[in-house]
């Protein structure tokens, strides 16, 4: 049987609060198998896509009264590609940023800056404490593409950017 993990957002909810940090805090905790079972008071639609860009599966039930449990399945090995399969064949990174310990948005600004002020089709490297599940769409935005996956121990995340060619 495998290892789960219950969280009920529920209770935070009703006060009020968003439970979005409590669930990434979570799942980031989940070794490889094991599985986040979320409970909430809705189907969490808005979810689904951030946990599966994050290599995530999931399943989910309807419960009585309105409630429903997701259970999110940690794959063996996390990867997310992101916008770029071919990765693989970038250039060396021209920087090399190590955003660990700063609170957010800064790592999004410093990496959002460090890739703006490299040339079109460069590459720059960074650690993160996290995942920067709000970073990709801006890179998206602006045309760059991205990959990245948790260090083997999977305390940090590694990604690389690389720089739109066209600006």
Known sequence: MPDILTLDVRPILAAGD????AIMEAADTLAEG??????APFRPAP???????????FTETALDGGDWQVD???????????????AATWPEPVASLDLTGLEPPEPMVRLL??????????????VLDREPVFLFPKLAERGHQ???????????YRLLVRRAQHV
């Open 18 to 21: 968003e439970p979005f940090g």
């Open 34 to 39: 094991q599985i986040l079972r979320l409970v």
């Open 47 to 57: 979810l689904f896509r951030v946990m599966e860009r994050r290599g995530y599966t």
């Open 72 to 86: 999110f399945h940690r794959p063996a090995q996390p990867l997310s590609l992101g916008s770029a399969l071919e």
């Open 113 to 126: 800056s460090a890739v703006e002020a490299a040339t079109p089709g460069d590459v720059v490297f960074a």
């Open 146 to 156: 991205w990959a990245g996956n948790r260090e083997a121990q999977g305390e940090r």
